[in-house]
């Protein structure tokens, strides 16, 4: 755990005292956030090794509160240091605002999403904070809702396409996550839309959030919150269409999809930048064992897609499109290829009975699902669907 703590608070220490005091630091925490990352997944050893998955980690939530707080704490401080202020230049404000996104989208990303898959409701909506707050409060939804359900499939608006350029995946994911995300939570209410809805949150939210940026430092603030907004959520794109590239899951004889398996996410073994991405970068297992903690994620290169190079280089080659698809389009084909004889190991902590007969039945579990970080829902409770203990309808056919 101390290797999480390490990596993830020092830039948000250079960042904190960038934006007070200026000086070098706009520039320590930029280069931190880039080249420093960089070198230090050539120079550090790969790892591949695993912890015990039954370990405990009592420090896994602190540290994910405590990086919490630091997002909110940048995010203001970039707001104020707009309004007029002797202490930094322009182009210091400028490096503070590119060193903050970084941040936004490397760092309170993945802490967030380990936020909202917790099954305690005010560390649920502590992650939902952290993405409203960058005006994409729906990915908690979406994430949830849609693309661990359907992940590899074409229901999935978050799965890039084989061959699907990255500029043309962030067009098609943002509108359709929106909309995907938003019928799943209305769905799951009975067609309502209420002031419980999520969704009131996250645009009432962002809402006053942008109101309050323009009280502080006026257009200027305004424009601030949408530059890191836009930001982040292309890093958080990014993350999607990078770890899932190309990667689907095959239909059965019976014509449901395959269950989600070590083959359905890129990965990558770099040390340094696991630990600032809070181990994202071993998705596989991520999406196998949703419910596991990130320090005991596991890597397996045998059984899983392992990325070329490290994540953020490969964030880098995403945008050359040509260059991208060189690069991975054989990989993908390598793996689509491959015959699948297992299946990983799906234990009762990671599927609950509960799911499993509900799924059969084509019904939805009416209370938060046990062992699981999948939860139905934190805020409302869930009314069984019309056809539920009947036969599954044709586009309810996902996963669990």
């Known amino acids: 755990m101390l290797r999480f703590a390490i990596v993830t608070l020092a830039p948000a220490i250079c ?22 990352i960089f070198v230090m997944d050539r120079l550090l050893p790969t790892d591949s090794g695993n912890v015990d998955p039954g370990s405990e980690f009592p420090a896994t939530d602190p540290l994910l509160i405590a990086l919490a707080t630091l997002h909110v704490v940048i995010a203001m401080l970039c707001i104020v240091t707009v309004a007029p202020s002797p202490a930094l230049s322009f182009g210091q404000k400028a490096l503070v605002a590119i060193g903050a996104g970084l941040f936004f989208g490397q760092i309170s990303h993945p802490a967030a999403h380990e936020l909202i898959h917790r099954k305690k409701r005010w560390l649920h909506n502590l992650g939902r904070v952290i993405y409203t707050s960058l005006l994409v409060g729906h990915h908690a939804s979406a994430h949830l809702r849609v693309h661990h359900v359907h992940v590899g499939r074409e229901d999935d608006p978050n799965s890039p396409r084989p061959g699907e350029g990255f500029y043309r995946y962030v067009l098609r994911a943002s509108q359709q996550s929106f909309l995907a995300g938003l019928s799943a939570e209305t769905r799951l209410r009975g067609g309502r839309v209420t002031v419980s809805h999520p969704y009131v949150l996250y645009i009432g939210g962002g809402l006053g959030l942008a109101v309050l940026s323009a009280w502080i430092a006026g257009a200027p603030g305004l424009l601030m919150l949408l530059f890191l907004s836009l930001y982040a959520q292309l890093q958080i794109l990014m993350s999607d269409y990078v770890q899932h590239y190309g990667l689907q899951r095959q239909l059965l004889p019976d014509g449901a999809p395959e269950p989600v398996g070590p083959q359905h996410s890129w990965n990558a073994p770099h040390w340094f930048s696991a630990s600032l991405m809070l181990n994202a970068p071993r998705h596989s297992d991520h999406h196998v064992s949703p419910a596991r903690p990130y320090p005991a994620l596991q890597l397996d290169p045998k059984m899983m897609p392992m990325l070329p190079y490290p994540v953020p280089l490969m964030a880098g080659l995403a945008l050359f499109p040509p260059r991208w698809r060189k690069i991975m389009d054989p990989r993908c084909g390598q793996w689509r290829a491959r015959p699948w004889t297992t299946r990983p190991d799906v234990t ?21 699902l046990p062992n699981s970080d999948h939860e139905v829902d934190v805020d409302t409770p869930i009314r069984q669907p019309a056809n539920a203990g009947g036969k599954p309808k044709r586009n309810e056919r996902g996963g669990v």
């Open 15 to 36: 960042l904190i005292v960038a934006a007070l005091s200026g000086g070098i630091w706009p520039w320590i925490a930029v280069i931190y956030l880039t080249g420093f």
């Open 348 to 368: 009762a902590a990671d599927i609950s009975p509960e799911v499993l007969a509900a799924a059969k039945s084509g019904g939805i579990p009416g209370t938060p």
